[in-house]
């Protein structure tokens, strides 16, 4: 007779939860809670990291290996965090964007040196981006405008040091620009500024950082190919740069070299910044979009522009949404289409530029409203425990301490936030184990105990 608490192994395919989504120049990537990580797209660099070049249009597609714990798809290469704090690279690399030390191509994914505290990663056009746990900034790839924030416009090939600062919480990076947060609410920038893509009152370029106009009270930044995104504590959204596709959500296609609010409302909690449009989601899970449409990227059933914000839809379940990374080649700017996560985080929504296979609807024709099934072709075989792996946390809400309690002998701990931004990873050697909390915002929170392929994830509360 089998004891209800032993393990239960068994195989078969089931929908899952995702903790990230991002959207590259002509390709997606997504991330499971099971820590395997899915792409489809065009693949002609190997950004799809499937160890191949053969372009998915179809059913999306799993990468081999799993662990992983957060995804971010640049314009033609992906970077990418192991539960291990290891970093990962792979796609085109022509400008030493993968960090390696070298500028060969990966088709599949491979380790960027050999440290394990990184927390934070950022894929841009040609340049990349990532911070540790000690709170440095770390710059590599193209940097041709200055966007490394080196004070050179040369390329750097392996992950560099910005400065000595060690408060660094945030970073973006754009076409030719770059974006960081400070834990302070500074809000800093670097590389290319002929739009005034860098906010400091200016079109001058800068090599180093320079601050961002306006009161220290940043919370989020976003970068667009060349116009910059912010959402401030007060839950305001402000915007500056080129706006000649209405990128910017202020009503006209006025260029800004300040940020200028998008709106009057003050109930935003997330940003997205694509290649020429923009997305809000409020308090109340709406999402709002404005700018570039021209083949449905904004997902509101028409390819009109749209110069002020406006509502997607009517739904009011969204998680978060990921704007497709803008690239320059042949006087164009490239990547249109939008990836967005709905409800109990099962359901993965696209709109926008399909010509590629984007979409993996199993069509290449462009459509204009969020096409909410695609969630569907991801699938995974997973190994299971009955009756073993249910995990409960008291209080909740919380302020300081949570109890978790589940059937692991052991477990990695991941308590990500709601935009997929991870706060703690750590092993659990007990089965009833108390977690401070306290420095975590407020918010709501996913709690992820992974032993093996068996994952366990609940959501929590933290409140002041």
Same mark, same amino acid.
């Given at each position: 007779m089998c004891n209800p608490l032993d393990v239960i192994a068994i195989q078969f395919s089931i929908a899952q939860n995702y903790t990230k989504i991002s959207a590259g120049t002509d390709y997606t990537v997504a991330l499971g809670t099971d820590g395997i990580l899915w792409s489809w797209g065009f693949n002609a660099n190997g950004q799809l990291g499937l160890n191949s070049t053969t372009q998915v249009t179809t059913t999306p597609q799993a990468l081999e290996g799993d662990g992983w714990a957060d995804i971010e798809a640049g314009a033609f290469h992906c970077l990418a965090l192991k539960t291990d704090g290891t970093l990962w690279a792979w796609g085109l690399n022509a400008q030493g964007q993968l960090g390696l030390g070298n500028f060969n191509q990966q088709n599949a994914p491979v380790q960027v040196g050999s440290d #394990?505290?990184?927390? !934070?990663?950022?894929?841009?056009? +040609?340049?990349?981006?990532?911070?540790?746990?000690?709170?440095? @900034?770390? *710059? %590599?790839?193209?940097?041709?405008?200055? !966007?490394? +924030? $080196?004070?050179?416009?040369?390329?750097?090939? &392996?992950?560099?040091?910005?400065?000595?600062?060690?408060?660094?919480?945030?970073v973006t990076t754009g076409g030719g620009h770059t974006l960081a947060l400070k834990e302070n609410g500074e809000l800093w920038s670097w590389g290319a500024n002929f739009t005034g893509q860098l906010g400091d009152n200016s079109t001058v370029s800068s090599m180093v950082p320079v601050m961002v106009e306006g009161d220290a009270n940043w919370q989020d930044v976003e970068a667009g190919f060349e116009f910059s995104l912010a959402l401030k504590e007060d839950g305001t959204i402000w915007s500056w740069g080129f706006n000649a596709n209405g990128q910017l959500g202020i009503g006209n296609n006025t260029q800004q070299i300040t940020p200028t609010q998008i709106g009057s409302e003050n109930n935003y909690r997330f940003i997205a910044a694509g290649s020429a449009y923009g997305f809000a989601i409020t308090s109340e899970n709406e999402l709002f979009g404005w700018g570039s449409n021209i083949? +449905?990227?904004?997902?509101?059933?028409? #390819? &009109? !522009?749209?110069?002020?914000?406006? !509502?997607?839809?009517?739904?009011?379940? %969204?998680?978060? *949404? =990921? =704007? =497709? &990374?803008?690239?320059?080649?042949?006087? @164009?700017?490239? +990547?249109?289409? #939008?990836?967005? $996560?709905?409800?109990?985080q099962k359901t993965v929504c696209l709109t926008g530029a399909n010509f590629v296979g984007q979409i993996g609807n199993g069509g290449t024709m462009n459509i204009s409203t969020f096409d909410c099934s695609i969630g569907d072709g991801l699938v995974s075989v997973e190994e299971i425990v009955t009756n073993k792996f249910d995990v409960t946390i008291s209080p909740n809400p919380a302020s300081e301490l949570i109890t978790i309690n589940h059937g692991f002998n052991k477990a990695i701990l991941s308590i990500s936030d709601m935009v997929g931004q991870i706060w703690l990873k750590q092993l659990l050697e007990n089965r009833s184990q108390t977690l401070d909390i306290s420095e975590l915002p407020k918010g709501m929170y996913w709690l992820s105990l992974q032993q093996g392929r068996n994952v366990s994830t609940s959501r929590f509360i933290k409140i002041d």
């Open positions: #394990t505290d990184w927390i !934070q990663i950022e894929a841009g056009q +040609g340049h990349s981006a990532a911070i540790k746990n000690d709170g440095t @900034l770390w *710059v %590599w790839g193209f940097n041709f405008n200055g !966007q490394l +924030g $080196l004070n050179s416009t040369e390329n750097v090939n &392996e992950p560099t040091l910005l400065n000595d600062d060690t408060d660094w919480i945030d083949v +449905g990227e904004l997902g509101i059933g028409n #390819t &009109e !522009q749209q110069v002020s914000i406006i !509502q997607v839809g009517t739904d009011s379940d %969204w998680n978060t *949404v =990921a =704007a =497709a &990374e803008g690239a320059f080649a042949n006087n @164009l700017v490239f +990547g249109q289409h #939008t990836i967005g $996560l709905k409800g109990d």
